[in-house]
Every structure is written in structure tokens, then in C-alpha cells.
């Protein structure tokens, strides 16, 4: 069982940046793909970004190239979400998730186990 725990999120003025973090439990947290993902209220929970398991492969969602980047540490255990001229439509709860012995996936259902959420928050 792997838990996922992201921290980072916040209240953020349009234009502005956070970073979010998701750390790990497992110890062969470099066997994960990991992927972040969001859901707004009323809205279905979408792809946001993901990662291989060594880091040398990433995509983003159109909605957030450009502006976001995912990195991963896998001495730390812990994948990053840099996010950079954050708009008011990036207000969601956002979330991590791990896809063992995959490579980043944009489909939810390829995800193994899923953090609790980091709400943020973008104000106009």
C-alpha cells in the first residue's frame, strides 16, 4: 500500500505561482509513474500532468503547457508540480496519484493509489 501525501497548495492571486508537493510511503516509489490531476467544483476530475519513473519523460494537458512542470525526486520519494502564471480557472482540488510500473498516464483508471488533495485556490 502506497499513501500519497500532497502538501503545497493555497491562495494565490492570478498571475502568481505555487509549488505542490506529494510524497510517498512506498520505498520502490521509483517503480511509480506518477501523475497529478484536478477537479474543480461540478466538474469531472481531469489530467493535469505525469511523469516516467526515472524523470526523463513528462507531458502536460494543453490547458497547462507552458505554465505548469512536474519534476519527481525519487531520492525524496516525492513528485513536484511547479505552477506558474496560475488563472482563475486553475482553481481545483488537486491531486497526485501513483501508476505502478507505468509510464504517465492521462487516463485516472491506469492510477494504482491517490493522495487526499491539496485544494488551490486562484483569486482574479
Known amino acids: 500500500q502506497v499513501q500519497l501525501v500532497e502538501s503545497g497548495g493555497g491562495l494565490v492571486q492570478a498571475g502568481g505561482s505555487l509549488r505542490l508537493s506529494c510524497a510517498a510511503s512506498e520505498g520502490t516509489f521509483s517503480t511509480y509513474a506518477m501523475g497529478w490531476f484536478r477537479q474543480a467544483p461540478g466538474k469531472e476530475r481531469e489530467f493535469v500532468a505525469a511523469?516516467?519513473?526515472?524523470?526523463?519523460?513528462?507531458y502536460c494537458a494543453d490547458s497547462v503547457k507552458g505554465r505548469f512542470t512536474i519534476s519527481r525526486d525519487n531520492a525524496k520519494n516525492t513528485v513536484y508540480l511547479q505552477m506558474d502564471s496560475l488563472k482563475p480557472e486553475d482553481t481545483a482540488i488537486y491531486y497526485c496519484?501513483?501508476?505502478?510500473?507505468?509510464?504517465?498516464?492521462?487516463?485516472?483508471?491506469?492510477?494504482?493509489?491517490w493522495g487526499q488533495g491539496t485544494q488551490v485556490t486562484v483569486s482574479s
Open positions: 511523469i516516467n519513473w526515472s524523470g526523463d519523460s513528462t
Open positions: 496519484a501513483a501508476e505502478h510500473l507505468g509510464s504517465g498516464s492521462w487516463w485516472p483508471q491506469r492510477y494504482n493509489y
